[in-house]
């Protein structure tokens, strides 16, 4: 009877081991996200900017902390991680959500939505399941970073908004 037992408890946690997409075997190669053209004019412009939302693509949320700062409609921000200094001549941010939708889609936002703020892609790098991003525009920098929590937690998303000295024929 033991043996009985112990062999069903062996295979109800094979089968949980087979479904779960966090094991390496069970997991996916993420597709690379699409890059803008690098000829996208340069616009001029202070206000917050919703770009058009892609079929299938995220939305732009209408309570973003920065007006020149994009984000998510559905991202859920978690005080605790979060922080904001804002003054006339200085902003700096680490803002923090949660949110549901996938590593590409979050990503493909931020790279379609961007350039609408005058916001330059330096650069992505995707390793681990998740994606980092930066952007530049004159006097700041954002770093976007999209970390996969596991299946049941979904995704962190870090927005990281700070002071740049980099000119623009630096990058």
């Known amino acids: 009877m033991i043996r009985l037992t112990t062999l069903f408890y062996i295979t109800m946690c094979a089968a ?9 075997w069970g997991q996916e190669p993420m597709p690379p996200v699409e890059l803008l053209e690098d000829d996208t004019p340069s616009r001029e412009t202070s206000t ?5 939302p892609q079929p299938g693509g995220l939305r732009m949320a209408s309570n973003q902390r920065f007006r020149d700062v994009p984000l998510p409609e559905n991202a859920q921000e978690d005080l605790e991680r979060s922080y904001v200094y804002e003054s006339p ?12 939708e996938s590593v590409n889609d979050i990503a493909q936002f931020y790279i379609d939505s961007c350039p609408a703020a005058d916001w330059k892609l330096v650069n992505v790098k995707q390793a681990a399941g998740g994606a980092e991003l930066l952007f530049r525009k004159p006097g700041k920098k954002l770093e976007v970073s999209i970390i996969p929590m596991g299946p049941l937690r979904g ?7 700070l002071p740049d000295q980099t000119t623009e024929s630096q990058f």
């Not at 949980?16 to 390496?24: D, I, K, M, N, Y």
């Not at 917050?48 to 058009?52: G, L, S």
């Not at 995704?155 to 908004?161: C, P, Q």
């Open 155 to 161: 995704r962190r998303l870090v927005l990281h908004l």
């Open 48 to 52: 917050a900017v919703a770009a058009p």
């Open 16 to 24: 949980l081991f087979v479904g779960c997409q966090s094991v390496p």
């Open 89 to 100: 001549s200085f902003t700096v941010g680490r803002m923090v959500y949660n949110i549901r």
